[in-house]
């Protein structure tokens, strides 16, 4: 749209209406620059959003090589915008007009068009990194489906929804690390989609008084019923017996996926190894806050402290230390055999 056609007063489309009322919304830096920058700044945008939220970010830490860090500041920042893009903005017609404005971004990246920070910084890590289109697209389809959905018949659905919402982080992880080679590739996928759908579930468990605040119920209905829990359970804050033994219960399966997704730990390079032993180890922290709280997270949001998370870096860097010095010794006694 034209700044003549602004002037005299015609109104946008409706479409750009709703993405110009959307970004009002959203911290000024997010809107698309008239110059695109250069990759080093836009590296460094991405940087300082990554680092500004890094409670949220352990896979970009310290363990993995230097040179990594600028392509996990890029995947962060496409993920934490896409994120807020759908949740930061209260009407979902606006968050829904944003979100397809990205897909199309998202596209131009993809042909070598980019202008917005985040896809500058992106297209250098998918062209050195060979990643294809779809993880980052299926982000999207999860944060527009959050506009129009807020509850679950099933436990498949559920896992249905975190098939776009957290299984393809996991995916850019490995591609960004050189771990999704055509060897073992769909086994390393399927072990870690178990991983970040246990961790995207150990958060639904966790803030299940927060996100029905938000009008959402990430619990399954047709579990819901069998426990005999409903939302009037959730909206009282009173964590009932049967509302405590509906929690045991997915607390339980929560637990069963992040064991089945172990064995990926021993299956990619020691920095990787050590993120991922963080990612369940953390999840699987969560899960005893909330059963430590007798499962009632309706009254607090259970969390894990600084102490507790300092515990488990120590416990990540000495199950590592201790496995390599086993690697390390075996080695030795072959050659020594030898």
């Not at 830490?61 to 934490?80: G, Q, T, V």
């Not at 771990?179 to 086994?187: C, H, L, N, P, S």
């Not at 339980?252 to 180890?281: N, W």
């Not at 059963?291 to 969390?303: F, I, K, S, T």
Request: aromatic letters at 8%; hydrophobic letters at 45%.
């Amino acid at each position: 749209m034209s700044s003549e056609t602004l002037k005299a007063g015609n109104p946008l489309p409706a479409s750009e209406n709703l993405v110009a009322r959307g970004w009002s919304a959203l911290p000024a830096s997010y809107r698309i620059p008239k110059v695109a920058p250069s990759l080093q700044e836009a590296r460094a945008w991405c940087r300082q959003l990554a680092e500004s939220h890094y409670e949220n970010f352990h896979v970009a830490s310290w363990f993995l090589p230097r040179a990594l860090r600028p392509h996990f500041h890029a995947i962060y920042a496409y993920c934490r915008v896409s994120d807020d893009l759908g949740d930061e903005v209260n009407d979902p017609a606006e968050a829904l007009a944003l979100l397809d404005m990205w897909g199309r971004e998202l596209d131009a990246c993809y042909e070598g068009r980019t202008r917005h920070p985040v896809f500058v910084a992106l297209g250098e890590t998918i062209r050195a990194c060979s990643i294809p289109k779809e993880p980052f697209a299926d982000l999207l389809v999860a944060f527009r489906q959050d506009q129009t959905v807020t509850r679950f018949a099933s436990m498949q659905e559920v896992l249905a929804y975190c098939r776009y919402s957290a299984n393809p982080v996991g995916r850019l992880v490995l591609y960004a690390c050189g771990e999704a080679g055509e060897a073992d590739r769909e086994e390393r996928f399927r072990l870690s989609d178990l991983t970040c759908s246990a961790l995207q579930l150990a958060n639904f468990w966790q803030d299940v008084r927060v996100d029905f605040a938000k009008g959402r119920v990430y619990l399954p209905q047709d579990e819901m019923r069998r426990f005999g829990v409903t939302d009037e359970t959730i909206a009282a804050g009173v964590a009932t017996p049967a509302f405590r033994e509906l929690l045991r219960h997915e607390v339980d399966f929560a637990r069963s996926m992040f064991e089945g997704g172990v064995p990926l730990i021993d299956m990619v390079g020691r920095e990787l190894a050590l993120d991922l032993d963080l990612f369940s180890r953390g999840g699987l922290e969560i899960l005893r806050a909330i059963e430590r709280r007798d499962y009632d997270v309706l009254r607090a949001r259970p969390a894990i402290g600084k102490g507790a998370k300092a515990r488990l870096v120590l416990r990540a860097l000495g199950a590592r230390l201790l496995s390599s010095l086993a690697l390390g010794a075996k080695r030795q006694r072959k050659g020594t055999v030898a």
